[in-house]
């Protein structure tokens, strides 16, 4: 039986003429705040000045659009119309343009389709990216791994599919992007230690546990996690993994990689950092890479225990509500990793390569070069303490330009300052690869090491 009020709701109804004054001073409020409105995530303010930083990323957009490539990626690209010599881009193995790949890929065209036409879990699931999952396993030396889609979403979805509100995270300062944005989703508490500093992770461990005494209750449900990078985007520097596996152990803690970038570049197989350092791949809990970077298709995945993988099938994000990977390009990433391991010497010359480079970096004069010797990323800092972080991007931009101009592509490494949580200073990131031979690093070195000595005398306060 419907019941009945008691009392009468008095309502005032508005005339014309008040409905008529309430729509003239309604003013529509914007669906994002402006930039110099929004706080950092963190509970840092963005860095610098807005108007500055408004205008360093304008400049970016311009450089974007200024520089036009012709053709596909490879060895060689025609950029503004001038030939160069690729040190830019990811493809560390030379898999863009495989002719065996290709032929899988068209094979696989065919056979499938473009599309897959849902999320894994919504009939979205094709027998290549079971295989392709299946092989990433068997590869790593892990029970199962998961693929995604799209390579930034692999670890921002991961991340957030374990670490929940309540939850800390010591992350360090050096991640790169995607990272950041996981540890956003995840609404978890972070702690930032020091880029590699093992003693600056520690004390804050061991702050926490000091907290966690005074507290148990609330200890006893909240779940610590430890979450760096096998080799760093924005460094090109090696985590210290033996040293965040003892404190893992002595702590208590879970240890999370991103192995978008040391994936198929570092260890003698390719293995990433746990090969490097000889350490067993089960004293990870969780291990992420790219698709995108050496493999040349496109997505990400993860791999550890079928316990620890498993739980993504229904809580990573970019998982269940993403459409899967094209089926064709699922087929590439798995005759690359055939040709990694049938053809050894690729990975054996890239890291050759990468040694070559930065023993030739260390001995310029006014830059320096903090990168692993065997990274296939490395990095230009100039050394001169005196110029401002706009001035430095300038005179990097500068010498980028005149080693493009004579047929060498560089990249200066660009970030989203207002979004980021730690200002990376600028540099020029040299991406080294397989298929460069020596002498040609040798002539890019040369070339570098005069450009640079020219725009510093040309500089106004030299």
Known sequence: MREVSSYKIEREELTEEEQEQLVREWKPEPLVPSLEEQQNRFGARPYGDTGQEQQQQGSIWSDVNSNIIKGAVGKHMDVNDVTC???????????????????????????YGVGSCGPRGFYGSVDAHIDLERQ????????????????????????????????????????????????????????????????????????????????????????????????????????????????????????????TYSFATIGPTGRGVTEHFGCDVTDVDWICGSLENSIGAVGGFCCGSSYVIDHQRLSGSGYCFSASAPPLLSVAASEALHIIQEEPDRLEKLQANAKLLNSALQNINNISCPSEASSPIQHVILQDPSLSYNDCSEFLFSLRDKLMQQGYLTAVSAHLNQFEV??????????????????????????????????????PNS
């Open 136 to 259: 990433l396993a068997h590869f790593m030396r892990v029970e199962e791994a998961i693929i995604y889609s799209y390579g930034f979403a692999t670890v921002a979805s991961a991340i957030a599919a374990y670490a929940k509100k309540g939850d800390i995270l010591y992350v360090d300062e050096a991640v790169n992007f995607s990272i950041q944005q996981g540890i956003r989703a995840s609404r978890s508490k972070v702690k930032w230690f020091k880029h590699n500093d093992m003693g600056d992770l520690e004390r804050l461990v061991k702050e926490q546990v000091s907290e966690d005494k005074r507290d148990p209750k609330k200890a006893k449900v909240t779940r610590s996690f430890v979450i760096v990078e096998g080799l760093y985007l924005n460094k090109g520097t090696l985590c210290p993994l033996p040293n965040l596996i003892d404190l893992k152990y002595a702590y208590k803690v879970r240890l999370f990689i991103d192995e």
């Open 422 to 459: 730690f200002r990376q200073r600028p540099s020029i990131r040299l991406s080294v690869k397989s298929h460069c031979e020596p002498d040609e690093i040798d002539c890019f070195v040369r070339l570098l090491h005069s450009s640079l000595n020219h725009l510093l005398q040309s500089a």
């Open 85 to 111: 010599l690729d040190l830019a881009t990811f493809d560390f193995l030379g898999m863009i343009g495989c002719k065996r790949i290709e032929e899988a890929s068209v094979c696989a065209l065919k056979k």
